[in-house]
């Protein structure tokens, strides 16, 4: 369940001018933040970043977890844009403190993912399946068939890396037979052909 004291990472909350009340307009951790995000769809990451890093700071001051974690959370994506991994992973972390302690499972879900990402891209891909273990376990107490499907996708492609062809096939055809459960025939041949090839070494 979402916890009522901290939002999901992708929103600080209402954007738009006339939801925000007068103190949050004027409160620089939020001009900041708000200012972060348009640098960062516009693609200007060294800015995004520099405004990330100020909320981060301001929403510390005022002792905002909530502002902490979702400016943790862009700062590291910001970093990740960057192929700054380490830097990503230290700010998805420290934003995924606060959500555990907040109980808020649904956004440590997100932080897993990119977290994911970035030890893949450091080469670590142990801890990277350690989380998406972790991820497919979320999906398969919430019975969630699409979610579990994505994630074996990404375990079978870093077995596939790790030279495992077995354990990539295994995958592979778990993501098949969630497909054929779903009367999704084609999906599943294709899924068990790749792991096929995998095991005959194509």
Do not use: W
């Not at 209402?14 to 620089?28: L, R």
Request: glycine share 6%; proline share 2%.
């Amino acid at each position: 369940m979402v916890s009522d004291n901290i939002q999901p990472l992708s929103s600080l909350g209402p954007m738009a001018a006339d939801n925000v009340s007068d103190e949050q307009a004027n409160d620089p951790a939020r001009k900041d933040y708000i200012e972060g995000r348009k640098f960062f769809t516009n693609g200007d990451y060294s800015q995004a970043a520099l405004a990330f890093h100020n909320a981060l700071r301001g929403f510390e001051e005022q002792g905002d977890e909530q502002g902490v974690a979702n400016a943790a959370d862009r700062l590291g994506d910001t970093c990740l844009a960057r192929e700054e991994y380490a830097m990503a992973l230290a700010n998805y972390q420290r934003a995924s403190v606060i959500c555990e302690k907040e109980d808020d499972s649904f956004s440590q879900l997100a932080l897993n993912k990119k977290m994911a990402v970035a030890y893949r891209k450091l080469g670590d891909r142990e801890k990277a399946l350690e989380l998406l273990y972790d991820m497919l376990e979320h999906y398969r107490l919430t019975q969630n068939p699409k979610g579990a499907v994505e994630i074996l996708i990404v375990i079978a492609e870093i077995y596939s890396e790790q030279g495992d062809k077995t354990k990539a096939a295994d995958a592979y055809r778990s993501v098949a037979s969630i497909h054929a459960r779903f009367k999704h025939s084609r999906l599943a041949e294709e899924f068990n052909q790749r792991a096929a090839a995998l095991e005959q070494g194509q």
